[in-house]
């Protein structure tokens, strides 16, 4: 599938591309300076990851790039030619929703909405790393490397400290990732 050239560039200041979004592969053909997020939004209509400071501060653009969790207002899509992208879109299988997606219902982890595909992906990403072992900068100096991480309240608040929430829901998100770990 092809979603044509993004960006106004002259001929020559273009790349094609190959990435796999949400389980699908697009071949595109792409300005060299157009970020990942504007080409999920405006290239392929994927709405769902949201441009908020565009500056990598605020995390609503949050997507998954080969199963980590990253800032794509700040990827150039062209550095990312085969690489495994996952939204806030392709977490669910099916018509059924992602079990982070369900914590979230649940514990009604989102007020305005805004900034939940991001910290939704976000999530993902935290519990992953967690599961991998991978230490914070509230991760327990004596906890065995290597081996998984309890998600303390902490140690959620730590990892997510990158996905503001200006509605203030953080005390049913940390509920919600609490209730996956």
């Known amino acids: ?5 993004l960006g106004s560039l002259e001929a020559g200041h273009t790349s094609s591309v190959r990435l796999r979004v949400n389980g699908e592969w697009y071949e595109l053909s792409l300005d060299n300076r157009a970020a ?3 080409v999920l939004r405006e290239g392929l209509g994927l709405t769902g990851s949201k441009k908020g400071c565009d500056h990598g501060q605020c995390g609503a653009c949050t997507v998954l790039v080969d199963g980590r969790r990253v800032n ?7 550095a990312l030619d085969g690489a495994r992208i996952t939204t806030v879109e392709g977490l669910g299988e099916g018509d059924g929703l992602h079990p ?6 649940d514990r009604d982890a989102f007020q305005c909405g805004y900034c939940t595909p991001g910290q939704i992906c976000s999530t993902v ?3 992953e790393e967690a599961a991998r072992g991978y230490p914070s900068a509230a991760t327990d100096p004596d906890h065995p490397t290597g ?9 959620i608040r730590e990892r997510l400290s990158g996905n ?6 953080y005390p049913n998100i940390v509920d919600a990732v609490r209730d996956l770990s």
């Open 72 to 78: 794509s207002c700040l990827l150039l899509a062209v």
């Open 125 to 127: 990403g935290v519990l």
């Open 100 to 105: 982070v997606q369900e914590a979230f219902l």
């Open 1 to 5: 599938m092809s979603a044509g050239t």
């Open 147 to 155: 081996e998984p991480v309890p998600l303390t309240g902490d140690e």
């Open 36 to 38: 990942l997020l504007d």
């Open 164 to 169: 503001l929430c200006r509605c203030g829901a």
